[in-house]
């Protein structure tokens, strides 16, 4: 029996629906199998989670319940690691991935700044962060996030407009 090898390709600009989103991936390597199918392989699916992550906890005004869903999954955390980390209920939590109840603006701002570190921690634990970095839970996000993308941490992504995803079936 004869094996084939799937054939790799890069493809740019490509649809990707996360947290909520179809965002743009500039560029992507997919593969097609011997039967014609495409995949995407799972360090291609991560390198893309991590870039997510980044933009959702870049936005200094917003986590929606989609969002906050993504980066729980994205870091393997639970309703009850959450609670617990935070020191609230997990009813509380619940009702935040629900939408059911928002989420306060300082803790937004510690959510977003705390799975950012989950993430990222192990790549940018030899950067030397000045103190003016830390006065702020927003400040901080800024400055890391792009420092992320300027280091090719991780790579730039945005989501597409409205418009956009209804013309992609979204």
């Not at 649809?15 to 097609?32: D, E, K, Y």
């Not at 005004?61 to 020191?87: K, M, N, Q, R």
């Not at 950067?127 to 941490?153: E, M, Y």
Request: some cysteine; overall charge neutral; charged content about 25%.
């Amino acid at each position: 029996m004869t094996r084939y090898a799937p054939q790799h390709f890069t493809e740019h600009d490509h649809p990707f629906l996360a947290a909520g989103r179809l965002w743009t991936v500039p560029s992507i390597t997919l593969s097609r199998m011997p039967d014609g199918a495409v995949s995407i392989g799972i360090p291609e699916i991560r390198r893309i989670h991590r870039a997510i992550a980044n933009a959702i906890c870049a936005q200094p005004d917003s986590l929606s319940p989609d969002e906050l869903e993504f980066l729980c999954d994205v870091t393997d955390t639970s309703v009850s690691e959450l609670a617990d980390s935070l020191g609230v209920a997990k009813s509380t939590v619940s009702r935040w991935r629900s939408g059911s109840r928002s989420i306060p603006p300082p803790v937004r701002g510690l959510l977003q700044r705390s799975f950012w570190l989950r993430i990222f921690a192990d790549d940018v634990e030899a950067w030397r962060l000045p103190s003016s970095w830390i006065q702020t839970d927003a400040r901080f996000l800024a400055l890391a996030t792009r420092k992320a993308i300027d280091s090719q941490i991780t790579f730039e992504i945005s989501p597409r407009n409205d418009a956009e995803k209804l013309a992609a079936g979204g």
